[in-house]
């Protein structure tokens, strides 16, 4: 059973029930996340109020040197550490080194604090009058994460959380906590101040009490669309500022004068990587054009039907599983409701799986995609090639915008003006062109738009600054000459 990590100390949970932790390969038990309680969120609030009172004072150039320290530690741990990402959640070794550098890439941005954090100051705003703001921590802030990635998420919020001089409570996913748990191992040899950075294991509890607790200034959320609106509500009628940042659909639009081959490749990767399960994963390839469309099914389905699945330790494998049985069942039941509303299922991945363990599906690809279909409105998360024929980019943008989620899209294009158009008129937030997975850089901003997102206040770099920050201005007169009060 985990422990959790609190005032720097790992103490049991005080939980009285408890989740299976499932390498989803090879469907072994590998360990259990204790489902915490109120006493355990409560006893890591007290610790990081109390904890607050000093670290906000430590002068930013100083917090920056944990952060040096724990981009060494974990650096010298890359391996460790994808190789648990990959036996907790199924992506394959490759994807979870990269995950877990993007997540260190967050350290390396939040080690600006200095910069990132100065203030702004303006002389004679009236006569003799000089006024200036600063960027002040707030308090206790917490970061509630989903399964799928068990590395980098996190690092989204709490480097720049602690890094402005706020202290931080971290609820992993109760089905990948492994990560985080060897990831605060790593922490708490760089001798963080104790009750800086704690860990509590649990489920919707923990997150309840996270929500609407006095003491917790902001949440950050990352997980599905439902659970992103109610954390948002939950938490913002408690007071808190809340980033959340939830599910997608995105699109990916091919015109005629795309380089074709390229396009392709870059599709099926943005779509089957992880499984699918990406916030980012393409999933609806508008072709525009006879030529288009029939170029991509056939050279898609080709493709798709050579992926090789398997363990993702293996380093001969391509894809790996999905999360669980149930994940799987759900991906299943969407490739059906398309065939049922009259798609062509060029490529079945529920068929020709090899392997009797673990929660496997081979890459599908649909076509005949029409925009009411189910397919085309729901976040499917497994490894589903939908392609659909469309006339120009103008129904592809008005496809895109009609389309309640706001995550990502990409046109892929030698056009300069068709993507100045296409990044111009979209309404999601994160644009790729010719770019398959438009994840944005630790110091740009990251977060979707329409059912994306909720909230005001982005991810990483400058944004993140701000959510972790309030600006306090302060208007002064200094002056000697008192005829000029
Ligand atoms: P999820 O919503 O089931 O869980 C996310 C977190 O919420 C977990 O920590 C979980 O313990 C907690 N939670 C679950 N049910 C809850 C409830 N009823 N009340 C309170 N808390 C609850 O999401 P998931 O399945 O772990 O992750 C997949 C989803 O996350 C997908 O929809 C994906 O698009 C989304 N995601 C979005 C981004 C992004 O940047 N927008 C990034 C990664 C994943």
Same mark, same amino acid.
């Given at each position: 059973?985990?422990?959790? @990590?609190?005032?720097?100390?790992?103490?049991?949970?005080?939980?009285?029930?408890?989740?299976? &932790?499932?390498?989803?390969? =090879?469907?072994?038990?590998?360990?259990?996340?204790?489902?915490?309680?109120?006493?355990?969120?409560?006893?890591?609030?007290?610790?990081?109020?109390?904890?607050?009172?000093?670290?906000?004072?430590?002068?930013?150039?100083?917090?920056?040197?944990?952060?040096?320290? $724990?981009?060494?530690?974990?650096?010298?741990?890359?391996?460790?550490?994808?190789?648990?990402?990959? =036996?907790?959640?199924?992506? #394959?070794?490759?994807?979870?080194?990269?995950?877990?550098?993007?997540?260190?890439?967050?350290?390396?941005?939040?080690?600006?604090?200095?910069?990132?954090? $100065?203030?702004? @100051?303006?002389?004679?705003?009236?006569?003799?009058?000089?006024?200036?703001?600063?960027?002040?921590?707030?308090?206790? !802030?917490?970061? &509630?994460?989903?399964?799928?990635?068990?590395?980098?998420?996190?690092?989204?919020?709490?480097?720049?959380?602690?890094?402005?001089?706020?202290?931080?409570?971290?609820?992993?996913?109760?089905?990948?906590?492994?990560?985080?748990?060897?990831?605060?191992?790593?922490?708490?040899?760089?001798?963080?101040?104790?009750?800086?950075?704690?860990?509590?294991?649990?489920?919707?509890?923990?997150?309840?009490?996270?929500?609407?607790?006095?003491?917790?200034?902001?949440?950050?959320?990352?997980?599905?669309?439902?659970?992103?609106?109610?954390?948002?509500? =939950?938490?913002?009628?408690?007071?808190?500022?809340?980033?959340?940042?939830?599910?997608?659909?995105?699109?990916?639009?091919?015109?005629?004068?795309?380089?074709?081959?390229?396009?392709?490749?870059?599709?099926?990767?943005?779509?089957?990587?992880?499984?699918?399960?990406?916030?980012?994963?393409?999933?609806?390839?508008?072709?525009?054009?006879?030529?288009?469309?029939?170029?991509?099914?056939?050279?898609?389905?080709?493709?798709?039907?050579?992926?090789?699945?398997?363990?993702?330790?293996?380093?001969?494998?391509?894809?790996?599983?999905?999360?669980?049985?149930?994940?799987?069942?759900?991906?299943?039941?969407?490739?059906?409701?398309?065939?049922?509303?009259?798609?062509?299922?060029?490529?079945?991945?529920?068929?020709?799986?090899?392997?009797?363990?673990? @929660?496997?599906?081979?890459?599908?690809?649909?076509?005949?995609?029409?925009?009411?279909?189910?397919?085309?409105?729901?976040?499917?998360?497994?490894?589903?090639?939908? &392609?659909?024929?469309?006339?120009?980019?103008?129904?592809? &943008?008005?496809?895109?915008?009609?389309?309640?989620?706001?995550?990502?899209? #990409?046109?892929? =294009?030698?056009?300069?003006?068709?993507?100045?158009?296409?990044?111009?008129?979209?309404?999601?937030? $994160?644009?790729?062109?010719?770019?398959?997975?438009?994840?944005? $850089?630790?110091? !740009?901003?990251?977060?979707?738009?329409?059912?994306?997102? !909720?909230?005001?206040?982005?991810?990483?770099?400058?944004?993140?600054?701000?959510?972790?920050?309030?600006?306090?201005?302060?208007?002064?007169?200094?002056?000697?000459?008192?005829?000029?009060?």
């Amino acid at each position: 059973m985990l422990s959790n @990590y609190i005032n720097g100390q790992w103490v049991k949970s005080l939980a009285t029930s408890s989740v299976n &932790i499932i390498n989803p390969a =090879t469907e072994k038990t590998l360990d259990q996340c204790p489902l915490g309680t109120r006493e355990d969120v409560e006893y890591a609030i007290k610790a990081a109020t109390e904890a607050f009172k000093s670290w906000k004072k430590v002068p930013a150039i100083e917090r920056a040197q944990y952060l040096f320290k $724990m981009k060494s530690v974990l650096e010298q741990n890359v391996e460790e550490l994808a190789r648990l990402v990959t =036996t907790e959640n199924g992506k #394959t070794l490759v994807e979870a080194r990269g995950s877990v550098r993007r997540g260190i890439q967050m350290i390396d941005t939040a080690c600006g604090i200095p910069t990132l954090q $100065m203030g702004k @100051y303006s002389e004679d705003i009236a006569e003799g009058i000089d006024s200036f703001a600063v960027k002040k921590p707030m308090g206790v !802030f917490a970061g &509630i994460v989903p399964f799928n990635f068990p590395s980098m998420v996190p690092f989204w919020f709490w480097p720049f959380a602690i890094a402005s001089g706020n202290t931080f409570i971290l609820k992993p996913s109760e089905r990948v906590p492994l990560t985080q748990n060897r990831i605060f191992e790593l922490i708490q040899q760089t001798g963080l101040p104790k009750g800086v950075l704690n860990l509590v294991h649990g489920g919707k509890d923990v997150v309840n009490v996270l929500c609407t607790h006095p003491e917790i200034k902001g949440i950050s959320f990352v997980g599905s669309t439902p659970i992103a609106k109610y954390v948002y509500q =939950t938490g913002s009628a408690s007071g808190k500022r809340v980033q959340a940042l939830g599910g997608a659909k995105n699109f990916m639009v091919v015109l005629p004068d795309a380089l074709m081959d390229k396009a392709i490749k870059t599709s099926l990767e943005s779509i089957i990587g992880c499984a699918g399960e990406r916030c980012l994963a393409g999933s609806v390839i508008l072709c525009v054009g006879d030529q288009v469309y029939t170029e991509i099914q056939d050279k898609i389905s080709r493709a798709a039907s050579d992926v090789i699945i398997g363990d993702g330790l293996d380093p001969n494998t391509q894809m790996g599983p999905l999360i669980s049985n149930e994940a799987r069942e759900r991906v299943k039941g969407l490739i059906q409701s398309a065939v049922d509303e009259g798609a062509k299922l060029l490529v079945d991945g529920r068929k020709n799986v090899a392997q009797t363990k673990g @929660y496997f599906l081979r890459p599908s690809v649909i076509a005949g995609i029409t925009k009411s279909m189910r397919v085309s409105r729901e976040e499917i998360f497994g490894p589903v090639v939908l &392609i659909a024929q469309i006339k120009n980019l103008d129904e592809a &943008i008005e496809w895109i915008n009609d389309c309640p989620y706001g995550n990502t899209t #990409t046109l892929f =294009t030698t056009s300069g003006a068709a993507a100045r158009k296409f990044s111009y008129e979209v309404d999601p937030s $994160m644009i790729g062109i010719n770019i398959g997975v438009p994840a944005p $850089m630790a110091f !740009f901003s990251f977060g979707g738009s329409k059912d994306s997102f !909720f909230g005001d206040i982005k991810a990483h770099g400058e944004a993140s600054i701000d959510f972790f920050t309030d600006t306090k201005v302060t208007i002064q007169r200094w002056s000697a000459d008192s005829s000029i009060w």
